[in-house]
């Protein structure tokens, strides 16, 4: 399945150079000769992502691939619809979830007058009670706006409701109603959500191809997984050993394969990943067309896509950062070639009214996150503009390759059911959320407000939103380190503290004081820098801060020279415990008694170390 590239082709003019240059600012940085460096001393700035996926720092003609078919044409890699509306771009889906019909139908009208596409409408324990169904569905254009439903348990009544709406609604061309039911028992299994049974899918399906509507029963939720934690390659191949689930229960009830096809639809998570979340869409589509293909039925392999904003990446601490995410998503989603896009409210991690904001305001600004990438950047005036790209394309490549590699492994142990049953497949997933856990934990991977430039003047957060999450989300283990500093702060008017203790002039001190703020508030703890000290003054400095936790911050040299005293100053002074920001062989040569009882590096496991901090603190 993979294409690669001719190995034999010639590096394009001036690659040489810039490989010379390369080996020249790493050999520099590594104090080292630059022919310690090998032959490719760029691999050495390759990346790898959660699939073993390599990111190469640069692409060049070195990296070019084949061309691919139009959008429109197998294996729709480029996009299902060769001839989309420009002016529409993708549907602005927005989700309706309300009790109230009539309230719910208001705001749906509203909605559309204000530039949403497509309706998302939760049915009965997850919105409109069934019964009102029509009363929340009145003044619909059904052929203008399509409609899917989220109704779990209940989607057998909710369909027959919604049947009667449209047996009653009058339009010339029924095929242009667009309909998707929501079924989806089998990714539900995955995370324990109310659903109906398989059977009643396949029913519903039947029922779906023998009406002159279009009508999707079947939703492939690759999100379900990827709430739980899934890479990218993770979430495809699930996604697609699902569908295989699907079609042989549909085939196997005497549905023909390409109305099988046709019954479903994909959703996947758009994450702030740019590039990943492109090739995502694109890679989405070539393993589904590949599906087709096999079946004998290439025509009816474009599936529509859905992409619904990632959950796990949105934070509760520093919220209206998610608004950044939220676009980078949508534009990645856009550009991949996603057929509706869901944009979350950025306070969605939050309970109502958390941030004192309506969800008024929350669900407007998600939708005009949309709106702007649409109407102001124009992106839906181009089809798969991520075309040609050598690392889109590679990417995309290499995703789709290993998505169909782990959607195999699934089938060898015997599909999707059976993969979930024996927890093959949650086994997989937890692997890699506790290698994300990792790079979180120490720093590697930034999630901004959280892990990095944290606000500690944030206003805490109520009990109910300190409650374990429902997903996976990036940035929860600093997270509850925040809500410990919240109820230190609550019980003793003030914030875990500890002082920094700067070594040298400004200059010197300065990168290890930054860093030192940003990590340790990152854990809730508070910091206090009396500025540069005289090492006769650090002891009266710890005094007159209070705090029972100092951090020695200069440079490694000056550790050398200054370390030993500093640190017998501050226990003289009462500092119960006393670190250094750098590593420990800054002061190798001291004594073990003299030296710091903690240190402060840029990889450390920085949710150990702040929670072993606020334990000493009383937090």
């Not at 939050?350 to 305001?361: H, I, K, M, T």
Request: net charge negative; glycine share 10%.
């Amino acid at each position: 399945m993979p294409i690669g590239s001719d190995p034999g082709a010639e590096p394009v003019p001036g690659y040489a150079a810039w490989r010379k240059g390369v080996a020249g600012v790493l050999a520099k940085a590594r104090k080292v000769e630059a022919a310690e460096l090998g032959d490719e001393p760029e691999r050495l700035l390759d990346v790898s992502t959660y699939d073993g996926l390599t990111i190469a720092p640069l692409y060049t003609r070195r990296d070019e691939l084949p061309e691919t078919p139009l959008p429109g044409e197998f294996p729709f890699i480029r996009g299902n619809d060769a001839t989309r509306d420009v002016h529409r771009g993708w549907y602005v889906t927005a989700r309706f979830d309300g009790s109230d019909a009539a309230a719910v139908n208001e705001e749906i009208l509203g909605a559309l007058e204000n530039g949403v596409g497509s309706v998302w409408l939760g049915v009965g324990e997850r919105g409109v009670p069934v019964a009102d169904l029509p009363r929340a569905l009145r003044g619909l254009l059904f052929e203008l706006a399509p409609l899917a439903l989220d109704a779990g348990a209940e989607a057998s009544a909710a369909a027959e409701q919604l049947f009667g709406v449209l047996d009653g609604y009058a339009s010339a061309e029924r095929a242009d109603i667009r309909v998707s039911l929501g079924v989806s028992p089998l990714t539900s299994l995955f995370n324990g959500t109310a659903h109906t049974d398989l059977e009643t899918g396949v029913a519903l399906a039947r029922q779906a191809v023998a009406r002159p509507e279009t009508i999707r029963a079947l939703t492939v939720c690759g999100v379900a997984v990827h709430n739980a934690g899934a890479s990218d390659a993770q979430e495809l191949g699930a996604a697609v050993a699902a569908g295989l689930a699907y079609l042989r229960a549909l085939t196997g009830a005497g549905v023909p394969v390409a109305d099988a096809l046709g019954q479903l639809v994909f959703r996947f998570a758009a994450t702030d990943n740019q590039f990943g979340t492109i090739a995502k869409f694109r890679a989405a589509r070539r393993l589904w067309a590949r599906v087709a293909e096999q079946l004998g039925a290439p025509e009816a392999g474009n599936a529509p896509q859905w992409a619904v904003t990632s959950a796990p990446m949105m934070t509760q601490r520093d919220p209206w950062v998610n608004m950044l995410r939220t676009t980078l998503a949508a534009f990645g989603a856009g550009v991949g070639g996603a057929d509706q896009v869901t944009v979350l409210p950025f306070d969605s991690a939050l309970p109502a009214g958390e941030l004192d904001v309506s969800q008024a305001f929350s669900r407007r600004m998600a939708r005009n996150t949309q709106l702007l990438l649409l109407e102001e950047s124009h992106l839906g005036h181009v089809q798969d503009p991520g075309a040609g790209s050598w690392y889109v394309e590679s990417l995309t490549d290499a995703l789709a390759a290993k998505a169909w590699e782990f959607m195999q492994e699934l089938e060898a142990a015997g599909g999707y059911r059976a993969a979930l049953d024996s927890g093959l497949l949650a086994e997989r997933v937890a692997a890699t959320r506790a290698q994300r856990d990792r790079d979180v934990a120490h720093r590697k991977t930034s999630v901004t407000g959280v892990n990095e430039f944290p606000n500690l003047a944030e206003t805490p957060l109520s009990d109910a939103a300190r409650q374990p999450a429902a997903v996976a989300r990036y940035g929860a283990a600093f997270e509850a380190l925040r809500n410990r500093s919240d109820a230190y702060l609550a019980a003793h008017g003030e914030r875990p503290k500890a002082v920094l203790i700067p070594l040298g002039p400004v200059a010197e001190h300065n990168v290890r004081v930054t860093f030192t703020a940003n990590v340790l508030a990152s854990g809730g703890i508070e910091t206090s820098n009396p500025g540069a000290l005289e090492l006769t003054g650090i002891g009266a400095a710890a005094t007159e801060s209070g705090a029972k936790v100092a951090v020695l911050c200069g440079t490694d040299a000056r550790y050398g020279n200054e370390a030993e005293t500093a640190v017998r100053q501050l226990r003289e002074a009462g500092v119960a415990t006393v670190l250094l920001a750098g590593p420990e062989k800054a002061v190798a040569e001291l004594p073990q008694a003299q030296r710091p009882d903690g240190f402060l590096t840029a990889r450390m496991d920085a949710v150990e170390a702040l929670s072993g901090l606020l334990e000493k603190l009383g937090a």
